[in-house]
């Protein structure tokens, strides 16, 4: 088994935990729930990410970016071999630990681009020699007693997928499924094709698995009549003023003795576009989206330019 990645460069950096907690970002450190038979809910640093339990063995589903060897924690949890793992998507707080698996099943468009190194982790080498499976549209993962169903919705990155899982009823969706809405990078038409695929299938889960937290399978249903009411010009837009935007609550640096400190769960400033004062934009980040759109108390927001996959001629 492949040794764990020294992120001892590190130390002096602090990861602050809900609880309040602090610890080295170089420490293993995961708070583990289980969410339904057969499978948990894990939390490093990073994204939610997810075991699923086999008759035979496990997969896990993106692998966070907390320090540890997380193939040999998960083998702990369930006693039983688990060689593979899926990518949502490619962004690095859901591919860092991809090295530790055997095989990683990912999206075409993301083999390039995951597990790549954002701006904090500078210093740290984070080996990208695992083989990959690309995963098409309705291909199903061969975990025995339990099959996983690949959807491809990508919006929130290109490459990003879902996986429906029938026999627990869970739907995962990495960061596609947003709480409190989405900001849509591709065209409306393709997000309302998108959750239309998984409005087929509505029926076959209860609740949706994402990097931010666990929520209800109606929020299918509510993204997709939200992308029905805007291609039907049934919405109108708000002002940043009615409905301001969030903007991450990042820590000083100077707390805790002058020690850098990160809040598990929370994009580290560096990694942000404008993630402090004086930043330039060095991180992941959608850019150009210039309407908002309140529906049922989430926020749509979308570039007017971008409606349809194809702008139908005047």
Not at 30 to 57: F, N, R
Not at 87 to 112: L, Q
Request: charged letters at 30%; one cysteine or more; proline letters at 7%.
């Amino acid at each position: 088994m492949r040794e764990a990645i020294d992120f001892s460069c590190k130390h002096d950096i602090l990861i602050r935990h809900k609880d309040g907690t602090l610890t080295p970002m170089d420490e293993p450190y995961y708070e583990v729930t289980q969410i339904a038979p057969g499978t948990w809910q894990i939390m490093s640093s990073g994204d939610y990410h997810y075991l699923l339990e086999g008759d035979e063995e496990g997969i896990s589903i993106d692998t966070g970016y907390g320090a540890g060897n997380l193939r040999e924690f998960l083998e702990s949890i369930i006693g039983k071999p688990v060689r593979t793992c899926i990518n949502t998507h490619y962004h690095f707080d859901h591919s860092t630990n991809n090295c530790y698996f055997d095989k990683v099943y990912m999206a075409e468009e993301d083999v390039d681009k995951a597990a790549v190194a954002y701006p904090s982790f500078d210093g740290i080498v984070f080996p990208r020699d695992y083989a990959v499976q690309v995963v098409k549209e309705n291909d199903i993962i061969p975990l025995k007693g339990r099959e996983l169903e690949i959807f491809k919705i990508g919006d929130h990155t290109p490459g990003g997928i879902a996986i429906l899982d029938r026999r627990e009823r869970l739907l995962f969706a990495g960061d596609e499924v947003m709480p409190g809405g989405k900001m849509i990078s591709g065209t409306v038409e393709k997000l309302r094709n998108d959750m239309g695929k998984l409005m087929e299938h509505r029926t076959e889960f209860d609740q949706i698995c994402g990097g931010p937290m666990i929520l209800g399978a109606e929020e299918i249903d509510i993204f997709y009549e939200a992308a029905g009411k805007i291609l039907a010009g049934e919405c109108s837009p708000v002002t940043e003023e009615e409905q301001p935007r969030r903007r991450p609550d990042f820590k000083k640096d100077e707390e805790n003795g002058g020690t850098k400190i990160y809040d598990c769960q929370h994009p580290h400033p560096e990694d942000v576009p404008g993630g402090r004062p004086g930043d330039k934009p060095k991180g992941p980040g959608n850019q150009g989206v210039k309407q908002t759109f309140l529906y049922k108390e989430r926020r749509f927001m979308y570039d007017p330019a971008r409606l349809w996959e194809k702008q139908p001629e005047i």
